[in-house]
């Protein structure tokens, strides 16, 4: 499968974009992430993963139609422990960095977090077991959506590796419609930061444990942090 040539039809992308913003348009209206608020934790994580995988189905389904399979999307794979342990560690210096550069984005922005972000997280053990499934899930799927599939397509159709990243980067923020537009706008930069890494390493296994350690660990300490207000 080359960068070269588009990995599903056209009207087949048009269609991921489609749903992805349009999902994201109902979570901007209900202020939730396809319904994780209240006291419904554990069927919105089953929801929202249950979405992600459904769309990485859908994905399989189009590259099948050029002959392509869904996992050639991840890359170069761990082929022995000085690789896991390389890419594990800029996962760790990935995050560190990113986070300083958000942070200083979201204060020049003066963006602050949504209320509606304290419902997502969780406060019960059967919940935090959960939640961690339900971050592993958006470590392995958004990167294969969004620095797999979408960037991979967005390379073939421009010829341009720097327009595929930002691309996907803007719709990966445009994703997040939940968190309001200025978390939207550092999410996108967010995204493109991935996308950097991903086409740096040709691998999406940095972007998924990096994604997976951002998403489970804030998530968790957010959530021991919300007991205790």
């Given at each position: ?16 974009v ?13 202020h ?37 399979r ?5 890359g ?98 445009a994703?997040?419609?939940y ?44 959530g ?6």
């Amino acid at each position: 499968m080359q960068d070269s040539e588009p990995i599903a039809p056209l009207w087949h992308t048009a269609i991921v974009v489609v749903i992805l913003l349009g999902f994201s348009a109902l979570g901007a209206r209900s202020h939730s992430a396809l319904g994780i608020k209240g006291h419904r934790h554990i069927a919105g994580y089953v929801t929202a993963a249950s979405f992600e995988w459904l769309t990485v189905g859908f994905i399989w389904f189009g590259m099948r139609l050029r002959g392509n399979r869904v996992w050639d999307l991840v890359g170069q794979r761990w082929s022995g422990w000085k690789r896991i342990l390389v890419d594990l560690g800029l996962a760790i210096i990935f995050l560190v960095g990113s986070n300083i550069l958000l942070s200083v984005l979201g204060h020049l922005l003066k963006a602050t977090p949504n209320p509606a972000l304290r419902g997502l997280f969780p406060r019960r053990l059967t919940e935090t077991l959960a939640f961690v499934l339900l971050s592993l899930t958006a470590g392995i799927c958004e990167e294969m959506i969004f620095r797999g599939y979408l960037q991979r397509q967005f390379t073939a159709l421009t010829k341009s590796a720097m327009a595929a990243v930002i691309m996907q980067g803007i719709i990966f923020g445009a994703a997040h419609g939940y968190q309001g537009f200025k978390y939207m706008a550092l999410i996108s930069v967010y995204g493109c930061l991935f996308g950097a890494m991903a086409q740096w390493r040709r691998s999406l296994l940095p972007g998924m444990a990096a994604h997976f350690l951002q998403d489970g660990v804030l998530g968790l300490l957010l959530g021991q942090r919300a007991q205790l207000l």
